[in-house]
């Protein structure tokens, strides 16, 4: 007889009741799953170090499989494991990266996709370098902001430049496409910098007008790193995190804009940061960010 399933709000806050694993452990499964706890390089409101525990409880209430509507299941057969978080110095930045950078390496070589639990926007810079053997690598970014900042009152690792370090230290990461840029405040020189080097920059009136063509101009047949800012969703949608900005991609548009990268690209890695949980009391940032998670996940693993 079969064990009866935990309710949500019971058992062990495993992220989708995975078993835990040690990140350089005897394991391998399709999906493995890190949490980053860091957010001391965030330039307003802190929270985002809460966002691995909120996501893990969150995802209680999303446990694969999954049978939709019309009567498909998704995620069957595949296999979930939770490499708890990284154990990261108080104080110690550039300790702290390379701690995320192993953990990271760790967690690659035993899953087939990676999914990082953040964490500020900065975490981004120390798991890419992770990822320093994949050739042609893209990034596809979901953001409000560009996050490509040469240096911000006197740091050049803030959350303002991951993709700023990323390209300077990886010549295999050769694309960036952001989706989603909106706001009163760029810093000119990155905005400059990230056209000088060609990437894609799609504002998110471009999304408003004609999704279908953000869609096209997405990558097609490369290996994506997809990182998704909570900030890249509107606040009415996930109010839960630092630097909010009005009029951002709905759930429905964001899901959009990933499946088509999904099912296009090979996904060599996820990361969800800036979501911080204790700016939404209500819990349903935590809740929507789980989400897309998993349903990320399942376009990833699609039939």
């Given amino acids: 007889m079969s064990q009866p399933a935990h309710l949500p709000y019971s058992g062990i806050a495993t992220f989708a009741r995975a078993p835990i694993v040690e990140p350089g452990g005897d394991w391998r499964a399709g999906v493995g799953v890190l949490g980053i706890p860091f957010d001391i390089a965030l330039g307003f409101r802190p929270g985002a170090r809460y966002a691995p525990r909120a996501l893990r409880e969150a995802s209680l209430r999303y446990v694969p499989p999954f049978t939709d509507l019309s009567g498909r299941t998704r995620l069957e057969g595949v296999t979930f494991a939770d490499a708890g978080d990284v154990v990261l110095p108080s104080l110690e930045p550039e300790l702290a990266r390379e701690r995320m950078t192993a953990a990271a390496r760790h967690l690659r070589e035993r899953c087939r996709v990676p999914v990082f639990l953040g964490g500020d926007h900065s975490v981004s810079f120390p798991l890419l370098r992770a990822f320093a053997d994949v050739p042609d690598l893209h990034v596809v970014q979901l953001d409000a902001h560009l996050d490509f900042t040469d240096e911000r009152n006197g740091t050049r690792f803030s959350n303002s430049s991951p993709f700023r370090r990323a390209v300077e230290a990886l010549p295999n990461l050769v694309h960036i496409t952001t989706v989603g840029l909106r706001g009163l405040r760029f810093d000119p020189e990155a905005v400059r910098a990230a056209r000088e080097r060609g990437h894609t920059l799609i504002p998110m009136s471009e999304v408003e007008a004609d999704l279908s063509r953000v869609q096209a101009a997405l990558p097609s047949g490369k290996n994506v790193y997809l ?17 909010p900005e009005p009029d951002g991609l709905t759930y429905a548009q964001a899901m959009a804009l990933i499946r088509a990268v999904a099912r296009r690209n090979t996904v060599v890695g996820l990361d969800l940061v800036e979501l911080a949980p204790n700016l939404d009391p209500s819990g349903r940032s935590a809740l929507i960010g789980a989400r897309l998670i998993l349903e990320t996940l399942c376009e990833v693993f699609h039939d």
């Fill in 227 to 243: 990182s998704v800012d909570a900030d890249a969703l509107d606040p009415a949608v996930l109010p839960g995190t630092s630097s």
